[in-house]
Structure formats: structure tokens, C-alpha cells
DNA sequence: AGAAGTTTGTGAACGAGAGAACAAAATCGT
DNA sequence: ACGATTTTGTTCTCTCGTTCACAAACTTCT
């Protein structure tokens, strides 16, 4: 997994952005982007990194040191040249080619995701909705038609899909993960509640509501205790 | 905000949770509920700290560390008694209590998520569904009627709501967030791709579809990229 | 009872990320 | 031309999180 990960710089006097920016970083650079983007509608061509900083919400240090592994783009004095930096993230992130999508499990969630137009906007292509329901394969959603998941590997080969979407029940994610992976998807993103198991090529990411709400609420109790200890305290 | 945090201790002889889980392992304990309840379902009274982290999918000494943060509830040589390891993580996370949530904007995904079953599940009630457009209003979806955006600072008042969820565009999610705020409600789950500005008390989690999958894309690139490079070295 | 085998809880080493601080590099005003 | 001002890029320090490794504590077998 790690195995040319560690080298140093291929090639001599090669050390622009010497493959591997740190995953916390990665994960703010499409935050930094749609900031860029939202700048650049309202006609702003240069900002400062306080300006971009207070945009995405982040620390404006953190905002610079970010933006330093994947070059030096700023111009001191002066800030970043807005469409000029949108270009290198969506670049780096790999947004300047299309990118093949499909959907399994097109039930509330999944409808709803077929549906958001958000998607497409940022280069990324539905090549089809899947279920293995076979009341739902034909219907029309936005415009695609459901299939069967009989399909998927056909699919997956004929569409270059590199990016798969599970919104099945939990029970069915597993599975339909191993149908995925050995189809050739190496990219996986789940809303499942259930751990996928996957080799080591394979990256998976999970979005999950109940553990969101979990989390609010470890904290909600924790306000409430602290202000019951306050209370306690003043007595 | 962190007025309390590093006081040592409330009372005399209360070590114990000492005030202060490490955010990371909070964000973990609900996965471990998770995997405790699958466990419990399949009839398995005791699990090591082996048999929960591969549940889990984590790694066995990051998972007895972070049950150590609640107390010391294994026994040497045998493991966890499941349902006591169950309800303690439960007790500790808050999910003892209801938490009574409301979800603004029910649009594509409004309309999934409120028709998501896994939220009734853990303590989580759907006090009310919110739409600022007429068409919406009064619509049945489950078991809920669609009110009125206006609604909002009753509803929240009436039924105890600490936990909002956005799920409007994200050009009406500052304002959105703002009236919520105001209402009295503490923790917002953030499904608009919108940076929010709240007070200090207020706890804000975000979740965003096409965040992940420019994060997936980056990796995916990544992928390729070292493939070529490995290509070429071999010629 | 005591030896052998398990498994927890935690100290310590390591690594990654956040933020403060500042020198270097650019612009602007005179 | 040159000092004052702005703002980047980066170094340094500190905090937080992960992982290893092992003594302590428990069970089981003889
Ligand atoms: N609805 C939500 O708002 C929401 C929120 C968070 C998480 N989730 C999770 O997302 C998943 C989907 O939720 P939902 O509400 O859309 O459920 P759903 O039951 O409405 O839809 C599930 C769909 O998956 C299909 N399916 C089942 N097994 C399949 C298989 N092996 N291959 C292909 N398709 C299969 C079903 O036919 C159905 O159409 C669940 O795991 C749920 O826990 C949903
Ligand atoms: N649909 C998805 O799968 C998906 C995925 C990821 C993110 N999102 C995000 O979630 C949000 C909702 O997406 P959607 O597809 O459901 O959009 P949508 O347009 O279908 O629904 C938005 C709803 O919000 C309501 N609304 C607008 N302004 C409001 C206000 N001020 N107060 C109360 N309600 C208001 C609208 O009446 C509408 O019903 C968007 O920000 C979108 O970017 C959606």
C-alpha cells in the first residue's frame, strides 16, 4: 500500500508537488475550490489567503500551508489570482477529466442522488442507475432508466467507471461492493451502514447520517451536563 | 469553549470518563455500537477486543484504547460481556434519551431522509418537516405532515429540538442555520454545500456528496498516475 | 495449587496536523 | 530610488491520534 509512496522526487529537478499531498489537506481542496468558484462569480480575480481563508472557513495559515504542496501560485503583496488557482486545485484533483459514476440501490436514497443535479456539474457522469428490483428496472429518473444489477459489469467495462455508488440496505452492501470491485471499480462510496471489506487497490469512503446524528449528540449531552454542573456549582 | 475542559476532576475519588473523550474516538464509538448490536443480534454474549475491532473495522488496540476513555469495562482473558459494553457506549454517547430533530428543506433528499427509517431506530424523532414553499406544505411523507418554514421557532420550543438538519440550497442554508439558531437549537447536520457561520455553543457537522467524490477522484487519479509512471519506468 | 495460555489496559514511541511567527518577495507612495 | 506596507511560503513548536509492546489480571488445564 505504501510501497511508492515514501520516494523521494522521480525524476531530478522534479520537486513541484512531489507526489502526495497529506489526506487532510486533499480533503480541503474541494472546500478552497467551491470557495474559488463562488469568488469568481462575483467577478473577484484576485484574493488574499485571509479573503480565500474566511470563504471556506479555515484558518488562514492552514489555508496557505494547503495550497503550498501543490505549488507556489500566490504572488506576495498581492494574493492569488482567482481562475488561475481554481484551474490548479480542479487539476490536482484530477477534475479536468470526466469521471463515470454508477448507483446501486435505487431506492429513497438513491433516487435522491440520481436526482441532484450537483453531481454532474463537477464532472462527474452517471453511467447508470442499478437495483436489483425488478419492479423498479425501466422506471425514468432525470435521465437515465434504472437496470438491472445483472448489468453492472457490462456497465462498469463499457463506461470506464472508475467510481461506484452503494445505496443499498446494509445487508446487500457487501455483496454488491465485491461486484463492484471485481467489475474493475477501485473507487467506492458508501452510505450503507456496514463496514465493506475491500483489497488493498480499492478506496472506499463513507457518508452515514446515524453516526453523524450520534456524534451531535455525544456533544448536545455533554452541553447539558456542563451547564447541569454549572448550575450545581453555583448553588 | 474550552472554559471546563482541562479542569482535573469535578469531585474527589471521579476519575473515571474523566470529562473528555478524544474527538476522534467519539466519531468511533458509534461504529462500535454498531458493530456490538450485530454481534448481540447473533446471539454472541462476550467478543474480544479482536473479534469487535474486525466488526468494527479498526485496528484492535486503537479499540481498547478508545473503550478505555469510558471506563474499564473488559475482563482480562475473556473480553467484553456485549450488551453491558453496549449499553455503556449508548449511556455515554447519549443515546439513552430521545433526541427530537427537525429537518428544513424537503426537497429530493428531505424527502429520503425523512422517510429513513434507521433515524427512528436510535433514539433520533422527527419532530417536524419544514418548507418555505406553499406547493410543499401539507404533504404527507411517512408519518409527518409538511409545515410551514414559519413553524420553525414553535416547533422548536414545543417539542425540546436540539439537533437541526439543513437540507436546503445551499444559497438558503446561512439563513436557514441562523433561524434555527435562534430558535434554540445547538447541533446542525449540514447537508447544503455551504460553509456556516454559527456561534460558539453551536455544533456544526457537514455532510457533502460531492466533497467525497472529488476526494475519491483525487485518489483515483493518484491511481493511475503511478501506473503510468511504473509503466515507463519499465520500458 | 501452579503452570500455561488469553486478553485487557496503558506507557511510550512515533507520525500527522494545526497554528504562530517571521523572513522573503512583491506592490505602492513619495 | 527607496522606505513603508502587504502578503506569501515556510520553519518551528505544540497538540492530537495511531500503533507497538508488555505487565497485570483473568481463565483453563493438569
Ligand atoms: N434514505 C435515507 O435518507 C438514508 C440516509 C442515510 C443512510 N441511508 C442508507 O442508505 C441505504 C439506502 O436507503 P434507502 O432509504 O434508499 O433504502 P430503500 O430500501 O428505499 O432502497 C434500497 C434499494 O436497494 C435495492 N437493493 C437491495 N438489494 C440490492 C442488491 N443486492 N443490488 C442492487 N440493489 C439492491 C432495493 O431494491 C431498493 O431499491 C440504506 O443502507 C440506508 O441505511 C439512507
Ligand atoms: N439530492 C441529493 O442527493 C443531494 C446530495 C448531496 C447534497 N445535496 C444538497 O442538499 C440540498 C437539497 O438538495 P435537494 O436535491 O433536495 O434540493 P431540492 O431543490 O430538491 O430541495 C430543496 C428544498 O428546500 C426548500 N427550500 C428552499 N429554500 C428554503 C428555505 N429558505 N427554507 C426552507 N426550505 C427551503 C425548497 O422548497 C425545496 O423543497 C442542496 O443543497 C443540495 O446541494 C443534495
New interface residues.
Given amino acids: 500500500m505504501t510501497s ?1 509512496r515514501s520516494r523521494k522526487s ?1 525524476r531530478a529537478g522534479d520537486d513541484r508537488a512531489e ?1 502526495g ?1 497529506p489526506e487532510a489537506t ?2 480541503r ?3 478552497y ?3 474559488l468558484t463562488s469568488l469568481s462569480d462575483g467577478d473577484v480575480a484576485t484574493a488574499s489567503s485571509a479573503d480565500l481563508a474566511t ?3 479555515v484558518n488562514s495559515a492552514k489555508l496557505r500551508k494547503d495550497l503550498s504542496y501543490l505549488g507556489t501560485y500566490g504572488t506576495r503583496g498581492v494574493g492569488y489570482d482567482v481562475n488561475y488557482l481554481r484551474y490548479q486545485i480542479a487539476r ?4 479536468t ?1 470526466d ?1 463515470s ?1 454508477v448507483i446501486v440501490g435505487i431506492g ?2 438513491g ?3 440520481a ?2 443535479s ?2 454532474a456539474s ?3 457522469r452517471l453511467a447508470a442507475l442499478l437495483d436489483s428490483d425488478g419492479a423498479r428496472v425501466g422506471e425514468v429518473i432525470g435521465d437515465l432508466k434504472v437496470s438491472a444489477v445483472e448489468d453492472l459489469e457490462a456497465v462498469v467495462r463499457d463506461n470506464a467507471v ?2 461506484g455508488v452503494i445505496a443499498t440496505p446494509a445487508e446487500a452492501a457487501q455483496d454488491v461492493c465485491d461486484q463492484l470491485v471485481s467489475a474493475g471499480v ?4 458508501n452510505f450503507a ?1 456496514a ?3 475491500v483489497p488493498d ?1 480499492v ?1 472506499v ?1 463513507k ?17 447539558a ?2 451547564l447541569g ?2 448550575e450545581a456549582g453555583a448553588v
Same sequence: chains 1, 2.
Fill in positions: 511508492a522521480g507526489r499531498i486533499v480533503a481542496l474541494p472546500v475550490l467551491r470557495a470563504a471556506a472557513g490536482e484533483i484530477g477534475l477529466q469521471w459514476v429513497n436514497l433516487r435522491a442522488l436526482n441532484y450537483g453531481f463537477r464532472g462527474f472508475a467510481i477501485s473507487s467506492i462510496l451502514p463496514v465493506l471489506v487497490h478506496d469512503r457518508v452515514d447520517l446515524s453516526i453523524e446524528l450520534q456524534i451531535l449528540a455525544y456533544h448536545e449531552q455533554r452541553k451536563q456542563e454542573a454549572l
